[in-house]
């Protein structure tokens, strides 16, 4: 049996007739984005913001009808538009976004780990907080959000797994190093660009929240994008989370961008756990000098000033790019040296935070 291609897919989708214009979609132009990637298969279907709910069912038989081809295990098939709309305005006192219904729900705490801007270390921080998460007794899922910049498969050694269904509707995530992992580098090829507008990236994000069976977990860790856009303000009101954890770097325009980050995470009403300073400082391997590169102090400083917690500082050392580009990151490749002990001290921290909030609600 032939894998199943774009050809295929392209093929499938001129089957499905709009039945308010009379022709079929492809014809009418409004299939874009397809990607096929080992039995997995996402598309857009273009439509406009004023039409996109009438055309909610025209969208779920075109994901229907290419999950009937042989070789298909998942399908995506997202509505987007030359011009979303404007995402709904936070509920004040609440998560969520009225009466749209909750994702992630069922995992004992949820905490998002941000950035107010790139090339701070988020995802390593991400990824060694699950593993370190993990150390501690806890099941663990980590999934990635980025989905411009997915690095999850590849800093867990995993860029060449795919998931599987079991029941052809719902996804298992990828057991990486005994944490569970969901990213949408699973179903495009690394090096392709995703070249989506909003609405997809959205549709794809929730589909990817909403259709992975996850199993119980006691914490969910989301790598998110940087900055403060659509996705977060996405995941902050579709799902319930325990926390948000701030990554920085010492330098000023780090922080400047991560205190836009902590204030928006204080817009929407999800508690913000804590900063953590990464590269913080070099030791020189030879001579064990040690250089504040991007400065020192800063996280801690806008912490004490944003009366939040500090939760701890990380050095900018080789062995952590190391790893993470090996696919073992440094908390499984090295538990008990002093970069994994790091980590696991601002894990208890976190988890102890995550008792306490749990704790509050209980009263």
Same mark, same amino acid.
């Given at each position: 049996?032939?894998?199943?291609?774009e050809?295929?897919?392209?093929?499938?989708l001129? *089957? /499905?007739?709009?039945?308010?214009?009379?022709?079929d /979609?492809v014809?009418?132009?409004?299939v874009?984005?397809?990607?096929?990637?080992?039995?997995?298969?996402?598309?857009?279907?273009?439509?406009?913001?004023?039409?996109?709910?009438k055309?909610?069912?025209?969208?779920k038989?075109?994901? *229907?009808?290419?999950?009937?081809?042989?070789?298909?295990?998942?399908?995506?098939?997202?509505?987007?538009?030359?011009?979303?709309?404007? $995402?709904?305005?936070?509920?004040?006192?609440g998560?969520?976004?009225?009466?749209?219904?909750?994702? !992630?729900?069922?995992?004992?705490?949820?905490?998002?780990?941000?950035?107010?801007?790139?090339? +701070?270390?988020?995802?390593?921080?991400a990824?060694?907080?699950?593993?370190?998460?993990?150390?501690?007794?806890?099941?663990?899922g980590?999934?990635?959000?980025?989905?411009?910049g $997915?690095? *999850?498969?590849?800093?867990?050694?995993?860029?060449?797994?795919?998931?599987?269904?079991?029941?052809?509707?719902?996804? #298992?995530?990828?057991?990486?190093?005994?944490?569970?992992?969901?990213?949408?580098?699973?179903m495009?090829?690394?090096?392709a660009?995703?070249?989506?507008?909003?609405l997809?990236?959205?549709?794809?994000?929730?589909?990817?929240?909403?259709d992975?069976?996850w199993?119980?977990?006691?914490?969910m860790?989301?790598?998110?994008? $940087?900055?403060?856009?659509?996705?977060?303000?996405?995941?902050?009101?579709?799902v319930? !989370?325990?926390?948000? +954890?701030?990554?920085?770097?010492? #330098?000023?325009?780090?922080?400047?961008?991560?205190?836009?980050?902590?204030?928006?995470?204080?817009?929407?009403?999800?508690?913000?756990?804590?900063?953590?300073?990464?590269?913080? !400082?070099?030791?020189?391997?030879?001579c064990?000098?040690?250089?504040? /590169?991007?400065?020192?102090?800063?996280?801690?400083?806008?912490?004490?000033?944003?009366?939040?917690?500090?939760?701890?500082e990380?050095?900018?050392?080789?062995?952590?790019?190391?790893?993470?580009d090996?696919?073992?990151?440094?908390?499984?490749?090295? $538990?008990?040296?002093?970069?994994?002990?790091?980590y696991?001290?601002?894990?208890?921290?976190i988890?102890?935070?995550? *008792?306490?909030?749990?704790?509050?609600?209980?009263?």
């Amino acid at each position: 049996m032939d894998a199943v291609n774009e050809a295929m897919v392209r093929a499938a989708l001129q *089957q /499905i007739v709009d039945d308010e214009k009379g022709q079929d /979609i492809v014809s009418l132009g409004m299939v874009s984005g397809i990607v096929v990637k080992g039995g997995h298969v996402a598309f857009s279907l273009e439509t406009t913001p004023a039409h996109a709910a009438k055309m909610e069912p025209l969208r779920k038989r075109a994901e *229907q009808h290419v999950h009937s081809l042989p070789g298909v295990l998942t399908v995506s098939a997202v509505l987007t538009a030359e011009r979303a709309p404007p $995402p709904p305005p936070p509920r004040i006192g609440g998560h969520g976004s009225g009466s749209a219904e909750p994702l !992630l729900t069922g995992i004992g705490a949820v905490i998002a780990v941000a950035s107010g801007k790139g090339g +701070v270390g988020k995802s390593t921080t991400a990824v060694n907080l699950a593993l370190a998460l993990k150390n501690l007794g806890l099941k663990v899922g980590l999934f990635d959000a980025d989905i411009f910049g $997915p690095s *999850q498969p590849r800093m867990l050694g995993i860029a060449d797994q795919k998931p599987t269904s079991l029941d052809g509707k719902t996804m #298992q995530p990828i057991l990486a190093h005994g944490i569970s992992v969901m990213s949408i580098g699973f179903m495009l090829p690394e090096e392709a660009p995703v070249v989506w507008r909003g609405l997809m990236v959205m549709g794809a994000l929730e589909q990817l929240m909403r259709d992975v069976d996850w199993g119980p977990l006691d914490v969910m860790v989301i790598d998110m994008p $940087p900055g403060t856009g659509d996705t977060q303000l996405t995941i902050s009101q579709r799902v319930k !989370l325990a926390g948000a +954890v701030i990554v920085s770097t010492p #330098q000023d325009i780090a922080l400047l961008d991560a205190r836009r980050g902590l204030n928006m995470f204080r817009k929407v009403n999800v508690p913000v756990l804590g900063i953590i300073e990464n590269m913080s !400082l070099y030791v020189c391997p030879n001579c064990g000098h040690e250089a504040h /590169i991007f400065g020192h102090g800063g996280a801690r400083a806008d912490a004490l000033r944003l009366g939040v917690d500090f939760l701890g500082e990380l050095p900018l050392d080789m062995a952590l790019r190391l790893s993470g580009d090996d696919g073992t990151p440094i908390v499984a490749a090295d $538990p008990t040296g002093a970069l994994a002990l790091a980590y696991r001290g601002i894990a208890e921290k976190i988890n102890a935070k995550l *008792q306490d909030l749990h704790a509050e609600k209980d009263r």
